[in-house]
């Protein structure tokens, strides 16, 4: 697929990914990404940093977590669409907000996590792995490793 793209609400952020395909989702429903997205949840992938290639203005938002990690929070400068970020646990990985895909549409959610804190009307899909906090990230990058129709 040439066409992996995605940006920001109004345009002026621009990305491409450097992959074969559309990547694998997770949904995280911890109260942080409600409250970041707006939400019910966030939907997101991880990607090797230099995978994304990024134009246009972007902001940056720092915060250091309670455990002590440094969190890069990059949005749109104009719309203040969140775009991707990184973290100090992760060094060369960055976190793509699936939303910004042009062809969202198209994704597929292979994990949920934080299903302790999900919405109690959302209806999650039996053959999808769930954790009600965090996911071991390995065990995490496995399900992501997988489309669902292949679990």
Known sequence: ???????????????????DSLPTTYACHCLDCQTWSGSAFSQQTFLPEEALAVTGPLSVYELTTPSGRVSNQRMCSICH?????????????????????????????????????????LELPQDVPTWPEGAPVEALLQALSRRRTDA
């Open 1 to 19: 697929m040439s066409d992996i793209a995605g940006g920001c609400r109004c345009g002026a952020v621009r990305y491409t990914l450097a992959l």
């Open 81 to 121: 669409t969140r775009i991707y970020n990184s973290n100090s646990a992760r060094p060369g990985v960055v976190v793509v907000r699936a939303g910004t895909l042009d062809h969202s549409d198209q994704l597929d959610a292979v994990a949920h996590i934080w299903v302790k804190r999900k919405q109690q009307w």
